[in-house]
């Protein structure tokens, strides 16, 4: 099934084109690579399809519904979940806050239950916090969970961020170079990760400069050049497409 | 709870109902009064400054609207008071949502500045629609609430006793509300919005929904102060709504520690008392408060609140 | 007929007064990205500076030059002092200085110069001029030649000079700005003298017809914040129209509509256009 689908997705910033009648589509249980030369318009697709950015033409779709103009929070609730190129998370607040915070269950909540912690929304708290310490257990930082959050080295930040992607248990996952400046250890621990998620049904659609890790990982790999698809395929393609050679390499 | 802790709040709640006995001088007693009124305005005004972090400038208005709404209903439609000061808030709020709507939605700065023209007008409005509000005069004579409660009869609030107690429980009710809200899911959306919006959408939150809410909430309880104060002094006039009110909520929710409940109560409590002290003008007094908001601000965002805050974090440090 | 055109030329009397001091407002959000709370009190304190002057006999132009020279100092000395610790930090704190900066201004008014209105006697001001059947007070001509001058030499300042390029610069893109070599902290305080020596100069202006009182900045201001907001943030042209077009309004509403609700209309002018268009009638242009 088709998770994740742009149609001839485009997007105009003043004038200039960052993403060019782009067809893209994630299936579902894939692990999907995004690679392309800085500024190729890979974190612009992301931006769009997660409603931080509005789109100029085209559509996109997520298990069939057009997400087109919905609000980010609506695409959140409807069950994408992304990482930033740039590590976002609260420094203000404990790691524990930060990962319940990443899960909003809006059946039934209501705010004055909220407020007044009724049995039900008590029940989800402690749900909550269960599967945040899950999360923490599973990429080990467990015992970080009352630091501030804003205290902890970048490979922990990525790692609280990865976390917290999760916690909303999302059919789909963005990932926006988390390989990025972090240590050949960790890398591998990352991918380890994300190939136990991926087992447990998580779909993935990563951005990646990183070519070891993208080979090794994706399933298939997308390549952008200023906007447009230029290639789609299997790892092994990808790595002798010539204009993907051409793409990073220039003529 | 701790054992410490729990016979600190006993001690606090003890001294709280002693008060008036071993306070003898009324002048005193009606300080007391109504720094519990400032607490109660000042907490709500906190709630939209320091949760959500929107510099709002409505607030005055809100307790106008209080404050007009209950003596409305009191004195026109004979409505007891102890359901007429709920409506007053619950009216506030609704006002509230109907301004934040289109409100919300502007820049942090058009949105501090439409709130300020809201004032202006709910300004305007009180003062020229004399058949409803008696114009700039104001209305004087308002009756002093009565509660009436099943089984036990009316029971009136007339002496400076009676309104110490009723504002107190007010002041709890308040307390209580925004603690439980601050340390629910609700203040953790609130902050997180403040703290990063788009971070904030992306996990699912919807930070317009939020803010109405902070928005509507702090506006509640501005009515509800707005209402006290109306049946305590026993007027009500468009004063409610001077630009004066918006200096001493900023002084006492800064200075006191925007964010920080017992910092606002301090500023409450402290900014409530201190003009007392100094016989001066109003307006020399308030030339003071502008230089000690802004030093305040450029030395100690934090507050007094913060500093509290900053000094409990380090000695939790240390013990660890 | 008469009677429309007159309410026309005091509206755009009013207009370019409101236009002066709300393209200082919108320079100095564009530059500094502070909405400066305390415009309207340089304006109030401006007229005031004019009223002691004249009161010691110095000529009136002389008056108006002193208060604009004043009204710059002031502003450079709030800049240096309440703006400039603050930028970098919460968005919030340079605002809540500047309504610090307003409420000590308005109050020392009042502790200094009382709540009683004060005039300005000047025979030439107050004469009335008769062009096309139309009355205008002759003061009331020269704010708006002095104003048409003042936006003239404004356009030319930041079009061809090269501070005025460093200004556009800045509002754009500021921390390219750094990187390229141009003083930010230096233009931030130049603008934001500039936005009170405008206002201060609209103040002088109005002096000889208006009662000077410690809250006519207020009244004043928030038509200009509506102003500033209809025109869009940082857009010194959209303001300028907007100014005018509230003022228009304004005159025309207070005569047909209603006078109580005077000072409503331009609020509810701005609250309307912000309903279909929240960026403001001409957008938030990037760039002066």
């Known amino acids: ?251 | ?320 | 007929m008469e009677t429309f055109f007159q309410l026309l030329v005091n509206g755009i009397a009013f207009g370019a007064i409101y236009a002066m001091v709300a393209v200082g407002l919108t320079i100095v959000f564009g530059i500094l990205e502070v909405v400066n709370f305390a415009q309207g009190e340089f304006y109030m304190v401006g007229a005031y500076i004019t009223f002691l002057v004249c009161l010691s006999q110095i000529p009136y132009p002389i008056a108006i030059a002193i208060s604009i020279a004043l009204m710059i100092i002031i502003g450079l000395i709030v800049e240096r002092f309440g703006i400039r610790p603050l930028i970098g930090r919460a968005w919030q704190l340079p605002i809540l200085a500047t309504l610090g900066v307003s409420i000590i201004m308005q109050n020392g008014a009042i502790v200094l110069w009382t709540p009683n209105p004060r005039t300005i006697i000047i025979e030439l001001a107050n004469t009335n001029i008769h062009i096309f059947g139309i009355v205008i007070v002759f003061q009331k001509l020269m704010i708006v030649l002095f104003a048409l001058a003042i936006f003239v030499a404004l356009h030319y300042f930041i079009q061809k000079t090269k501070t005025g390029k460093a200004m556009r610069a800045v509002s754009q893109n500021k921390e390219a700005c750094g990187i390229i070599g141009i003083d930010v902290a230096r233009i931030s305080t130049i603008s934001f003298a500039l936005g009170a020596g405008l206002s201060g100069f609209g103040g002088a202006l109005v002096a000889p017809v208006m009662a000077i009182h410690p809250v006519m900045g207020i009244l004043l201001v928030l038509k200009c914040f509506a102003a500033v907001i209809m025109g869009g943030f940082g857009n010194i042209k959209g303001t300028i129209y907007s100014a005018f077009i509230l003022a228009i309004v304004e005159s025309f509403a207070v005569a047909y509509v209603s006078l109580q609700y005077k000072d409503v209309f331009a609020f509810v002018v701005m609250i309307i256009i912000l309903l279909f268009r929240p960026h403001g009638m001409f957008g938030r242009k990037v760039g002066i």
């Open chain 2, 1 to 320: 709870m701790k054992i410490s802790k729990l016979a600190g709040l006993i001690a606090v709640g003890v001294f709280l109902l002693g008060i008036p006995f071993f306070v003898t001088s009324s002048y005193v007693m009606h300080i007391i009064i109504f720094s519990g009124i400032y607490i109660i305005f000042a907490l709500s005004y906190d709630i939209v400054v320091g949760y959500l972090g929107m510099l709002s400038l409505a607030h005055p208005a809100f307790y106008g609207v209080g404050a007009y709404t209950s003596v409305l209903l009191v004195m026109k439609l004979e409505v007891p008071y102890i359901i007429a000061l709920p409506i007053a808030g619950v009216f506030a709020l609704i006002v509230a949502l109907g301004v934040g709507f289109p409100a919300l939605r502007l820049s942090y700065h058009s949105f501090a500045i439409v709130t300020l023209a809201f004032t202006l007008i709910m300004r305007a409005v009180w003062i020229n629609w004399v058949s409803l509000t008696n114009g700039p005069m104001g209305i004087p004579g308002v009756p002093r609430p009565s509660i009436d409660m099943p089984f036990v009869g009316a029971i009136p609030i007339e002496t400076l006793t009676d309104y110490y107690y009723f504002v107190l429980i007010l002041v709890i009710i308040t307390c209580g509300f925004v603690y439980l809200m601050i340390n629910s899911r609700v203040g953790r959306a609130l902050l997180s919005i403040r703290e990063n919006e788009v971070l904030a959408e992306t996990l699912g939150v919807n930070a317009f929904k939020y803010r109405m809410i902070a928005f509507a909430i702090g506006a509640f309880f501005a009515g509800i102060a707005g209402s006290f104060t109306a049946h305590y002094i026993t007027f009500v006039g468009p004063e409610f709504t001077d630009f004066y009110y918006v200096t001493m909520l900023l002084i006492m929710v800064i200075l006191g520690g925007s964010g920080t409940i017992h910092g606002v109560i301090i500023g409450a409590i402290a900014f409530t008392f201190i003009p007392e002290y100094l016989r001066i003008t109003p307006e020399f007094r308030d030339v003071i408060y502008g230089f000690v908001l802004l030093f305040t601000i450029v030395f100690m965002p934090g507050g007094i609140g913060g500093k509290i805050n900053e000094i409990l974090a380090k000695r939790k440090v240390r013990t660890e």
């Open chain 1, 1 to 251: 099934m088709i998770l994740l689908e742009t149609m001839e997705l485009t997007k105009n910033f003043f004038g200039l084109t960052a993403l060019d009648r782009v067809d893209f589509h994630v299936d579902e249980g894939e692990i999907v690579g995004l690679i392309g030369p800085n500024g190729s318009g890979k974190t612009t697709l992301f931006n769009c399809a997660t409603g931080v950015l509005p789109v100029t033409g085209g559509r996109i779709k997520f298990k069939g519904e057009d997400i087109t103009d919905l609000k980010t929070h609506e695409i959140a609730l409807k069950g994408v979940s992304r990482t930033f190129q740039i590590i976002r998370i609260f420094p203000q607040m404990t790691v524990m806050e930060n990962m319940l915070l990443a899960i909003q269950q809006h059946q039934g909540e209501r705010i004055i239950s909220c407020i007044f912690r009724t049995p039900h929304i008590r029940r989800l708290e402690k749900e909550a916090r269960k599967r945040a310490l899950e999360l923490l257990d599973f990429v080990n930082i467990t015992f970080l969970k009352d630091n501030l959050a804003g205290h902890l080295s970048y490979g922990q930040h990525k790692l609280l961020e990865f976390a917290m992607a999760f916690m909303s248990d999302p059919e789909l996952v963005l990932l926006d170079e988390p390989a990025a400046a972090v240590n050949p250890t960790m890398i591998r621990k990352m991918m380890d990760h994300i190939v136990q998620l991926n087992e447990r049904g998580y779909t993935f659609c990563i951005i990646e400069h990183n070519m070891d890790v993208v080979m090794e990982l994706c399933n298939r790999i997308v390549v952008l050049n200023y906007g447009e698809k230029i290639a789609e395929g299997k790892p092994e393609e990808i790595k002798n497409n010539d204009d993907v050679i051409e793409a990073y390499f220039g003529a």
